[in-house]
């Protein structure tokens, strides 16, 4: 029996529900009983709603546009045009990317769906009346789908606003449909490695257009306050403090006038980074009509206008030895950006991290070189659970592995093993130029061999092989191996900010005098259980208990200045500031101690909850204890209270990473697909709540299923988006949804504070590539090198059919 | 997404509301489950000026079966199809495809007549109901008149059924005791439409194929009543070569569009597989 | 339009309401009745946010005009826990495994899955599968959900637990 009065380490450890357990989570209470609060749940008094009337077509000249059937409309207030937008300069809006968007089309119509008219209503049905008889007389214009085609000779001008701008964001546009033309890595050294090679593969990759599609759409409430000048927005802001910057900056409100607000989010999945037409114009509304305005888009909004992510063409090439050993990458990226460069990437990186793409293997020498093209499709480019286009990179070089594999007659597994950066090269300098922080891949992939038994697998599928062939069956076995690195946390101040802003984040702690405690943060959760994890990181670190700590973001007017949540940044970023400011509390209050105890300072130790005196540890003052001195000790040399900040510039990203294995059967009559077993190992480095990693990891396994089976934006030759709603827009249900089995190891950051190095993404960033290599390993005996996502029915009985399998 | 305005009403009776579509003239739209209907309105494609709710005309509700003859109010849900213990024990593929439509809330709105006299080939019961030779029960201000389903379909949202008519029921005889059955759906997903199905209704006697009946979903302007396919069973003894004659019979009548599900070759393709898997799941389930 | 006077059970509460014939169920329970726990998420009957129960059976009120459910019987979210603030069998599960991530899907899963247990107390998981695949989630992969409604099962059916 335990002395229930003076209770071990351990125990009072368990108590605080701190880092490593897995606490339930605080939001739950709430949101199970529908009590949440999202942008749409806000009502205000005398709001009004805002409705877009948008372009039937993808590239077309405004002719007119004859409001008065619209405006007569009972109820209708009043509806917005580029013409209203011009004297107060906001016809035109800066994008993440260096850009700018119109935020009503201004003269011609750049993709369809796009925002041309702005319909102000007392509800949103008359709202919707209105916009259904906003006249809007088009003349059309060539369209330009193709990336492959934008910067031929005789292309049409799709930025006529930008036409004679040559020197764009990211250096000199070579055509008037290019963007940008963006490198890294040694390009001659890289050619000679691929001259000199025994081996050299090479492929086109094209990673299509998806779309993040959280369930909850995007949104807003804006509501200007005349009376004393301010601005407040609640919005789906995955970044509320630099959207507070992006409006203060465009309507000259200043900076401490605007307050931004993100309720709860249903989902974000970098839907919710980039700053939205919507959010303008109902502001605009809300300043004209000095009441509250609403703008919520509906689903098929959502998917054809707001951003949507990947589109990356990449044409990979790797020399290897014929042994196996990797002697250079090349890779050159067409990138469609649709109408508008909104990329959401940190301004040096107009390609994102992409120059991750040498993965997590030991590469000599590596070129990337990526250029950006318009076309007349929605402007995007976020990263859709991943970090910067990292797994466009994953993706890209994951299936080049395979098919380096394939023309080696190697088993994928081996061939990676073989490659793998190794544990005593840690920190690792990329031939790209990133210092990798740890790692221990090869324990990692031999542990999900070993759990997945690899090599039976392998037999199986040889005694499946022979089978079919046989004609005994008619279905193929794929295994699909990926092991991925990613570069998470953006980032070090030095060379990530978006817009100028570093990419630091922050927290902010108050103890209060009974021993409880508030923490804000300049991140905001979307699902991620932010008010559960950092109170986690804070109970270890000030030894308070998890459940007296409230967490809370999203607000601007209380939080401090952060980056937002997005990139896997919110644990590597804010959750180093949240364990640096909890430091500082512990710092202070390790001098009220010592004077409480009557002892110097350093003659008081930490331990879990409490500082005792050392070698005596039956005195000590628990931190509720000197939480309460704080506040009514006049202690010599002392502020009262007890409050800290922390601004964590974080001094490196993390790089977590993860081995992945997938077995598929193929239906090669049907082109059905069925996930037999999916298996995936992470290391996010120190796990700070291992059920909310789990229930990330199915997530993002979950998303990663259903880009590689299904997800597409895609357009017709006129530029039509095809299958715009969740009737074609691939969500898996329950059903097509298997059974995950995960698992990890812990290889913690040296550089971050606890360790921890963020997970979020890694499932998307490794789930694809895995599923997409079992599909094709499942041709591969057949000679397939590579067949592009996504594995549909349809496309992946056409590869049956195209290999002669279907008879 | 918002519906346009309209004026409402809800009759107590078929004659009622055959007279308000007579007075209404063709601005008015029957709603029976609205699972098709109200996503169009929504998406202001149908933009009808009245809505005739049929929800509480009880005498379109129900199954009635009495000895081999079943009558199917059109006002029957998906889900009411599915819990039918009587209807599963003499016609069981009813059930069982029903449950291969959209999602359990779906099926709960969505009626049997709603699903049959849309005319949309997404549809799946049409397929069922010519595979079973139905019969359809129409009223109108001229009285009944009844159609058979594999002469209701004329092309894509238009059919048999006349302006100001309402579809009452669906009747057919229980295919014998002892029939194989299937219904084959290939989708991408829950909720989805088929990219091709077939339904498939035979009988067996010493490994003779004595009656057959083939029909497709959604490869085609309308569901196709595969008559020549069914030919081909009927008399055969079933071997791998005869239904691959029938699936290919099949495959000949189908017309498929292109769309996110494929192109028409591939749902074409599809439909052949569909058939042949259902024959041979009929075949199983045939004592 | 003119409007149409509707009275509705919800919730246990005898309401009336006036509305126009083309407002959905949704709107009137979100905007005319405050009951934001049910979302809108697809707006095409597919996600299943706005899942409610009418007379019985789990719905989408998406996809159905309020004057179709004058005199009809509703239950949401805002009910499923007891009129004491106790939560119920599935949303304390729903918590204890972490079937919920963002929120914004839970509402019409729970009240689903609500109606699934009452329809089939004892469902396997391939039919709680078929159960909630009107539901879409984003964030979780389900796998969680789905341990969330056998759990709460298990629970609502201690006979069930006793035969064994």
Redesign the interface.
Known sequence: MNDQANPSSAERAAKLQGMGSSRKRVEDARFTQGKGNYVDDIKLPGMLFGDFARSSHAHARIVSINKEAALAVPGVIAILTAEDLKPLNLHYMPTLAGDVQAVLADEKVLFQNQEVAFVVAEDRYAAADAVELVEIEYEALPVVVDPFTAMDADAPVLREDIADKMEGAHGTRNHHNHIFYWQAGDKEGTDKAMAEAEVVVEELISYPRVHPSPLETCGCVASMDKVNGKLTIWGTFQAPHAVRTVASLITTIPEHNIRIISPDIGGGFGNKVGVYPGYICAAVASIVTGVPVKWVEDKIENLTSTAFARDYHMTGKIAATNEGKITGLACHVLADHGAFDACADPTQFPAGFFSICTGSYDIPVAHCGVDGVYTNKAPGGVAYRCSFRVTEAAYMLERMIDVLALKLGMDPAELRLKNFITKDQFPYTSALGWEYDSGDYHTAMEQAMKTVDYEKLRKEQAANRAAFTAGETRSLMGIGVAFFTEIVGAGPVKNCDILGLGMFDSCEIRIHPTGSAIARLGTISQGQGHATTFAQILATEIGLPAEDITVEEGDTDTAPYGLGTYGSRSTPVAGAATAMAGRKIRAKAQMIAAYLLEVHDDDVEWDVDRFQVKGNPEKFKTMKELAFAAYNQAIPGLEPGLEAVSYYDPPNMTYPYGAYICVVDVDVDTGVVDTRRFYALDDCGTRINPMIIEGQVHGGLTEALAIAMGQEIAYDEMGNVKGGSLMDYYIPTAVETPEWETDFTVTPSPHHPIGAKGVGESPNVGGVPAFSNAVNNAFAHFGLTHTQMPHDHWRVWKTAEKLGLTG | ????????H?PDSIEAAIGLLASLGDEARV?AG??SL??M??L?MATPEH?V?L?DITSLRGITINGAEISIGAMTTQ?ELIASDQLAAVCPILGLAAAQI?????R??GTIGGNIANGDPGNDMPALMQALDAVYILQGPEGRRDVAARDFYEAAYFTALEEGEILTAARFSAPPSGHGHAYEK?K?????YA?AAAAVVLTVENNSCQTAAIALTNVGDTPLYAEEASQILRGSNLDKKTITAAANAAKAITDPAE?????AN?RT??AG?MVMRAIEKAIERAK | MSKIKVEMTINGDKIEGSVEPRTLLIHFLREDLNLTGPHIGCDTSHCGACTIDLNGKSIKSCTVFAVQANGAEITTIESIAGADGTLHALQESFREHHGLQCGFCTPGMITRAHRLLQDNPNPTDSEIRYGISGNLCRCTGYQNIVKAIRVAAEQLNPAQEAAE
């Open positions: 997404m918002i519906p346009g305005s309209f004026d409402y809800r709603v609205g699972h109200i996503p309105m929504k202001r809505l709710d929800q889900a959209a999602d359990p809330q779906v709960n709105m290939q991408r997903k829950i909720g989805d990219t769309d996110g599900r494929g192109p591939f393709h599809i597989i």
